[in-house]
Every structure is written in C-alpha cells, then in structure tokens.
C-alpha cells in the first residue's frame, strides 16, 4: 500500500495507543503466572500479535477480542519442537529465546523482514555457555533447545537493552541463582527498568548488584489483580513533533510521566528546540514555536529519532544526532533511511557510522518517500507533511501496521488528508 499526504496542519487532541514495549512484558509475565486476567487493549500491532501467537505455540492460553486480551493459567508444555512465528518483532524473539531455554522446551523461530540479519550472538553466546543448543544462527528459521543452568551471564550493554531484559524475564524460572554481568554501558537503560518494575509487580526479586543483577532460582510469576498497560511514548512522539514543527496544537492524552519508558524525554528534546510544551494529568500538548537546531544524544532513545528528524528539519540551523548506530539493526538502517526520507522531500542531511546532521530550513518541498519497510519511517514521512509545500507519497506505508496500526486512521482524526492506493 502507498499513501499519498496532502501538506497542511495537523491538530486536535487524541489517545496514545498501549506501549507496545510494555505489554510485551506484561503478556509473556501474565503467561507465566497463575491467574485469569483479562486486559484491556483495544489497539493490537503486528508486534503484540506476534508475542501472543508464539506464547500460545509454548503452551500458553491467550484468547483475543476486539476488546483486549483474556488470559488463563496453562502449563507451559514440551512439543517434539514448537513453531514460534516472531513476525520481525524483535522484542519477540529476544525475549523468548532466553525463555524457551529456561523452561527447557525446543523450538524453531521464524524471522520475517530484517530480523534474522540483526545482533542476536551475543545473546546466543551467553546462553549456550550454560547447556543452550543453537540449529541455524543467522538465518531466518533458527532452532534453539534448552534447558540452561543458572551462573553467571555475560552480556554486552551496548548492543540491545532486550538481551537484558530477555535474561531478567527467564533466569528466575531456573532452579538455580544467576547473575546477569553487564559488559561496558548499558543503552536504552529506561527498558531495562521497565522489565525490572514488571517483575516487581509479579513479585520476582532481581536484585541490583554492581554491573549487574543477581537472580534467585527457583521463582515463580505471581500475576497482580490488574496492570494496564502504558500509553506510547514512541508513537506518541510523532505527533508531538508534528505540532512542534507544524503550525497546530496536538494533546495526546493517556501519557504517564512517571514512567520508565525512555521516549518520555520528547517533551525535553521538543522544549529545548523551542516548542511550547505543557504536561498535566496524563496529557502532553505541544503548540509550535521557533525552532533552532539542537545537539541530541540518542543512546537511551534512539527510537525517537525518526520523529525528531522531522523537528530538526523545521528548525533554523543544524541539530546533530549523536550515539545512533544501534539504528543502522533496526527494521531498516534508520540512519540511512532518515537522512534518505529528508533529502527525498527536499531537506538536507547527512549521516556519518553513528551520527545524523541534519540543516534546517524550517520547510519542505514535498516528494516520494521510501519506508524501506520500516514502521517507524513510515511514521515520519506521514507526519513530515506538516512542513511540506506539496504532497508526500510514501511506498509501504503499510509498515505502519508493525506498531500502530490505526495511524493513518488517527492521521485524518487530526485533520489529515491523504488516499491510499493499493498495489
């Protein structure tokens, strides 16, 4: 599917959809608990949908409705070998390999997209040092076999912040202790969080130890009575930067500030661009200003940077984006697609091994931009036609449905106009 944007404003007011990084966590612990819950979570990206169908591969039983998610207590079983689609869901795959070891089940993956081509040895390296067999590596349907004993996991903190919480979520299932040995900087330190605040909820102990964390054996998931998941800062963040760098006021509501998400710090970066930022009982509302460029160091968010791309093209001078390589393994190499999608509506940018530049000129022309397959580029040239003088087509703009899947749906509730055009 193709998009076809018609420049002009965005504004009004709207509803974050659930973090999906949130409710991966919640629905692999809910899994494992002892409880029926059902969740509200009206809105289901390709993402969520991958964890619940793998889950259910495992033994799990998560029923879905257009209303949300009804989970009952199950068993997690032991098939000749269980069929895990991850779709390209990351998150998926990294989460539940660890997972599949520490219950001692087998399985085989299958990986869509870019996702067989993106960092995983590292994690695979910790797991078969304690008993994990891996079929595969590097291709798109490999195998892994457990089970793993407890000791001590190395792990790198600069590559995924999800090898972590992958080793959080599955090392207290293990009979024996371990302790997860962070090598260098963890990056995306506010997910980590996240998964620590998660298991706190379902009363596993992790404890911070120095470069680390020590782990219990022998633990079990205890489901709380009810846990909603967050709204999304990640989506939330392109049409907070829409209003910024567009001439329209935008709230998204349903927003926590307290929260671990990372992606929270837009309100920071789009205030210290110029833009009038205000925060009250659970909404953001962001009305345009005079934006300057900015430096911006994308370590802990580097999923904000497609949407900050579109703020620093409507400010006057250069914002320089910094500690951004862990985007070239994403869905798409987002520095080279950002820059990529700019130039293509008439920007300026340039890109260096882990760091973007862009030149403000605090508009657009207008043009065809490539997704690349990339939810979150999709994004960004949908939102970028705020500044455009003409219209923005956007190939695979279907991308979308990855993350948010009703996006061009809340496009148009904004005052967006587009058609779409099928292929």
């Not at 032991?78 to 399985?107: H, I, K, M």
């Not at 925060?279 to 497609?306: F, H, K, Q, Y």
Request: glycine residues 12%; contains cysteine; charged residues 20%.
């Amino acid at each position: 599917m193709n998009v076809l944007i018609e420049p002009g404003p965005l504004c009004g007011k709207i509803a974050a959809i659930p973090s999906k990084s949130h409710l991966h966590r919640l629905l692999i612990c809910w899994a494992l608990g002892s409880a029926e819950v059902f969740v509200p979570c009206r809105t289901v990206s390709e993402d969520i949908e991958a964890t619940a169908r793998c889950l259910n591969a495992l033994g799990a039983n998560i029923g879905r409705s257009p209303e949300g998610f009804h989970i009952l207590p199950s068993a997690f079983r032991s098939p000749e070998r269980a069929a895990l689609d991850c779709g390209e869901s990351g998150s998926t795959y990294r989460f539940l390999v660890p997972l599949v070891c520490a219950l001692g089940l087998r399985a085989r993956f299958a990986l869509a997209g870019r996702l067989s081509e993106r960092p995983m040895e590292e994690l695979r390296s910790a797991l078969r040092m304690h008993g994990a067999v891996f079929e595969g590596a590097g291709t798109r349907s490999p195998a892994v076999s457990g089970p793993v004993t407890g000791g001590i996991y190395e792990i790198p903190g600069g590559v995924s912040s999800q090898y972590i919480s992958g080793l959080l979520i599955a090392l207290p299932l293990l009979g024996q202790s371990s302790e997860i040995v962070i090598v260098g900087e963890a990056q995306s330190k506010g997910y980590i969080r996240m998964t620590l605040d998660v298991l706190e909820s379902f009363k596993v102990k992790v404890i911070p130890v120095p470069g680390g964390y020590a782990i219990p054996g022998g633990q079990s998931y205890a489901a709380p009575e009810m846990l909603l998941p967050e709204g999304d800062w990640s989506n939330a963040s392109f049409w907070l930067c829409a209003a910024a760098a567009g001439a329209g006021e935008i709230t998204v509501t349903g927003l926590d500030t307290r929260t671990n998400q990372g992606d929270s710090r837009i309100c920071d970066v789009l205030a210290r661009f110029g833009a009038g930022v205000e925060v009250s009982n659970g909404a953001v509302t962001v009305r345009p200003g005079e934006l300057r460029g900015i430096a911006v160091d994308a370590g802990d968010i580097p999923d904000l940077v497609p949407a900050i791309a579109v703020a620093a093209a409507a400010a006057r001078g250069e914002t320089v984006i910094t500690n951004a390589g862990r985007l070239r393994h994403k869905e798409s190499d987002r520095i080279s697609a950002v820059c990529a999608v700019l130039r293509s509506l008439g920007g300026e940018a340039s890109e260096g091994a882990d760091n973007i530049i862009i030149r403000g000129r605090g508009a657009l022309a207008g043009g065809t931009a490539d997704s690349c397959g990339d939810h979150r580029i999709a994004m960004m040239a949908a939102v970028a036609s705020v500044i455009c003088k003409g219209s923005v087509k956007i190939t695979n703009a279907g991308a979308v449905n990855k993350s948010y899947p009703g996006f061009f749906e809340d496009l148009a509730s904004l005052g967006g106009q587009f058609t779409k055009e099928d292929y």
